[in-house]
């Protein structure tokens, strides 16, 4: 059973474009974390969401955490080539701390 | 560059050998886990140590796998008689305390193991 669902799974754009990926859950969580993989590297973390609701901007990256902490979205706008990688979403529940449950990430392709 | 750190980077073994991997937390971390990662696919839980305590083992397979984290030294996922599912990228995070919400995990580059 995949707790957390992300989508699309592949997504490729043209320079300039913008996008949204999702992350999905029936399951509450009282942290959400969003990284960035590259190839041949670990996950470097972009942020943590931890209130129902709450907003996070990270330059051209908006995070945003649902109002029942059981889904979440990444907006980027402007995309850039740079920007070109995995994007994983990892939930924690307050009963599990230390174990973090990972989505099988969105691979975005960003075309220059 | 205080990171975590993992090594070997890459690591190649044949059928029935064993493969050890480790890692070093960053400086004050006491918390490590091991997730194993699959081509195209997200991070699946391992386990989850503490300085010479195994807290979190529900993702490791049963047989062959092991994980310890000493007092003194790095973090060690040891993989006894590897097969060719154990191919796999493997990465060590750390944490000053318990993940969740109140703390944050960190990862190392990986190891990735090929098994002949």
């Known amino acids: 059973t995949q707790l957390l669902e992300q989508s699309p799974q592949f997504l490729s754009i043209q320079e300039g474009e913008n996008l949204t990926v999702y992350c999905n859950s029936s399951?509450?969580?009282?942290?959400l974390q969003w990284y960035r993989q590259e190839p041949g590297e670990g996950p470097v973390l972009l942020v943590t969401?931890?209130?129902?609701?709450e907003v996070k901007k990270l330059k051209r990256l908006t995070f945003q955490f649902g109002d029942a902490r059981k889904d979440s979205s990444l907006h980027i706008t402007a995309a850039q080539p740079g920007d070109t990688g995995l994007y994983l979403c990892a939930g924690a529940r307050g009963t599990n701390a230390g174990k973090s449950t990972f989505g099988d990430g969105t691979t975005l392709t960003v075309k220059p | 560059n205080a990171g975590v750190m993992q090594n070997p980077r890459h690591l190649v073994r044949r059928r029935g050998q064993e493969a050890r991997l480790r890692c070093s937390p960053m400086?004050?971390?006491?918390?490590v886990y091991w997730y194993r990662q699959l081509p195209e696919e997200g991070l699946k839980f391992m386990v989850y140590l503490q300085k010479e305590n195994i807290i979190d083992e529900s993702g490791m397979p049963k047989e062959r796998f092991s994980a310890e984290f000493p007092k003194e030294g790095p973090s060690i996922l040891r993989i006894q008689q590897v097969v060719r599912g154990d191919s796999a990228a493997y990465f060590c995070?750390?944490?000053?305390?318990?993940?969740?919400?109140?703390?944050?995990?960190?990862f190392g580059p990986g190891t990735r193991l090929t098994v002949l």
């Open positions: 995070a750390s944490s000053r305390r318990a993940g969740g919400s109140t703390d944050t995990q960190y």
């Open positions: 399951s509450v969580f009282s942290s």
């Open positions: 400086k004050g971390h006491s918390h």
């Open positions: 969401v931890v209130t129902g609701g």
